[in-house]
């Protein structure tokens, strides 16, 4: 069965500092990984996917992640933080099927 | 860009009551998705329709039915409202065609049953 477990549900960062968001996955099969956002009060919004192209996929607003399969692991990742990036990031696994399983959210908090 | 719009942002009902969300997509989309949002849980599937008139039930089916008469509408229906039914619901879709295809939402609906 498939699983996502994404470490610390509230990430604090200064602005201006590495934004490093964890998840490690369990799939029995190569999995298709997604990084979403959520702001408050509204719905998820896709931030970037893996699906076997590259293991460093760019998203939007500044967002990267890596696949290691070695790891199970597809962290996010942006270089520096700026303010308007507080908002829950969710990451999912998928098989080949139409099942999204997301981890419980990490809450990121930017300091001004 | 794709569009899903979820038809209220915010109810309040009463307990017993027959409660109605709806969900519209514009993409021409095959599968769409409810799902309700707690704190501390993330995102739990209700239920799926893989196309018109199809369903499936997700983790969480107890409580809820669905309807997808057209292909761009499907309708989530709590047949007698429960205050453990106070929620954050999503609604999604996604192509059929395609491995690896992201699901897309709305921007939710908060519902609280009093």
């Known amino acids: 069965a498939q699983s996502v477990t994404q470490l610390g549900s509230h990430v604090s960062v200064s602005e201006g500092a590495l934004v490093l968001l964890r998840c490690n996955y369990s799939s029995s099969v190569p999995p298709y990984l997604f990084w979403y956002v959520q702001y408050p009060n509204q719905g998820l919004q896709l931030l970037l996917k893996?699906?076997?192209?590259?293991?460093l996929v760019k998203g939007i607003n500044g967002f990267e992640a890596e696949f290691k399969k070695s790891e199970t692991s597809f962290h996010l990742t942006k270089p520096s933080a700026h303010m308007s990036d507080a908002a829950e990031y969710f990451c999912a696994v998928s098989d080949s099927s139409y099942k999204l399983i997301f981890g419980s959210g990490t809450r990121l908090l930017v300091r001004p | 860009d794709v569009k899903v719009t979820q038809s209220s942002r915010y109810l309040v009902k009463r307990t017993g009551e027959k409660v109605f969300l709806e969900c519209v997509q514009d993409m021409d989309h095959e599968n769409m998705f409810w799902y309700r949002q707690d704190p501390g849980l993330g995102l739990r599937l209700i239920y799926f329709s893989y196309d018109v008139k199809m369903k499936e039930k997700g983790d969480i089916p107890e409580g809820y039915s669905v309807s997808r008469e057209k292909k761009e509408r499907f309708s989530l229906i709590l047949e007698s409202a429960s205050t453990n039914q106070t929620s954050m619901y999503l609604c999604?879709?996604?192509?059929?065609?395609?491995?690896?295809?992201?699901?897309?939402f709305g921007d939710g609906t908060r519902l609280s049953i009093l």
């Open positions: 893996y699906t076997s192209a590259a293991t």
């Open positions: 999604a879709s996604r192509p059929f065609q395609g491995e690896g295809q992201p699901q897309h």
